[in-house]
């Protein structure tokens, strides 16, 4: 019953900014990771960005130095925070959320092409 909204994709130009924000309603305990993940096409699914319940990071090697992400564990929201976004980062951004480590969650995904 664990429902996540994604919000903030859209069309930006080449070393734009864009924010990603997810936020997870319905019952849920132990919530131990929370991140992003991106679908181009053509190729499978890949970690972007996850944070720990204790706030640690961990990152793709493309998006590091680019890319921040945050989470409000109060408010059971996430946030990727994208700078210098390239064309190579267009895709379809999933948000995610494991809890107690047996449960998997997704967003309905949120559409991130950067162009000029």
């Known amino acids: 019953q664990v429902q996540l909204v994604e919000s903030g994709g859209g069309l930006v130009q080449p070393g734009g900014s864009l924010r990603l924000s997810c936020a997870a309603s319905?019952?849920?305990?132990?919530?131990?990771?929370m991140g992003w993940y991106r679908q181009a096409p053509g190729k499978e699914r890949e970690l972007v960005a996850v944070v720990s319940s204790g706030g640690t990071t961990t990152y793709a090697d493309s998006v590091k130095g680019r890319f921040t992400i945050s989470r409000d564990n109060a408010k059971n929201t996430v946030h990727l925070q994208m700078n210098s976004l390239k064309a190579e980062d267009t895709a379809v951004y999933y948000c995610?959320?494991?809890?107690?480590?047996?449960?998997?969650?997704w967003g309905q995904g949120t559409q991130v092409t950067v162009s000029s």
């Open positions: 319905g019952s849920m305990f132990g919530i131990s990771l």
């Open positions: 995610n959320v494991e809890i107690g480590g047996a449960h998997n969650y």
